[in-house]
C-alpha cells in the first residue's frame, strides 16, 4: 500500500513539477520530495545526453557525406547526404557500424543509384531482387530508402547467421571461396577506411 501511494506521489510531483514552480502546497513527505526531484533530473540528464548523441551524429554524418562526394566525383553533397542519412538510420537499428555499410556500398555499386550487375543485383546496396523479395514487399527497389533498408537488413541477416562482422560480409557478397570473400572483405574495409579518414572521423571508435 505504502509504494502504490508513493508512486502516486511522485507521478504527482512530477506534473506538478512541470505546471507549478512553488511546490510548497503539496507537503509531500521529504524523503518523496527527494526521490521525485532525483528522478526528475535523472530524465532531464538523459534528455540531455540524447540530444548530445544526436548533434554529434548529425555531424558525423555531414563529414561522410562530404568525403564520399569528394572521392565520388559523380555522386552530388545532396544526395551523399541522403545516403548517408539512410544509412545510419538502418545500420543502427541493425547493429551494424553505419561506415562499414558506407564502404560497402562504395565497393557494391560505387554510389550509383541505377546501377544493375549482370547477375541482376540492383542499386545502392546491389540487392538481387529474386532472392529478397519478402524484404521487398513489393515496393520499388531503385527507390534509394527500399534499397538501401533491405540492403542492411540482408548484412543484418548475415550477421546474425553467421555471428561475427568479416564473415557477414561474405554471405553478402555470395562468395564460394574463402579468398573471393577474403578478397571482398579487404575492398570493403579499404572503402571504409578511405572515407573515414577523408571524414576526419575517430576510426578506431567508427570502424568495426
Known sequence: MNDIKTVVALLFFFFASIFAKDLSFLELPQSVVSLATEQHRLMKDETKKKERQKTQQSSEEERVAKAVSRIYKNVKLSDAKKVVRLVYKHAKKQRIKPTLVVGLIASESGFRRT??????????????????????????????????????????????????????????????????????????????????????????????
Open 115 to 208: 546501377v544493375v550487375s549482370s547477375h541482376g543485383a540492383v542499386g545502392y546496396a546491389q540487392v538481387m531482387p529474386k532472392y529478397h523479395q519478402d524484404k521487398i514487399a513489393g515496393r520499388d527497389i531503385f527507390d534509394p530508402k527500399v534499397n538501401i533498408e533491405v540492403g542492411v537488413k540482408i548484412l543484418g541477416d548475415c550477421l546474425r547467421k553467421k555471428k561475427d562482422i568479416n564473415k557477414a560480409l561474405g554471405c553478402y557478397n555470395g562468395a564460394t571461396t574463402s579468398n573471393g570473400a577474403m578478397k571482398y572483405i579487404n575492398q570493403v574495409r579499404k572503402n571504409e577506411k578511405r572515407i573515414v579518414k577523408l571524414a576526419s572521423l575517430n576510426a578506431t571508435k567508427t570502424i568495426s
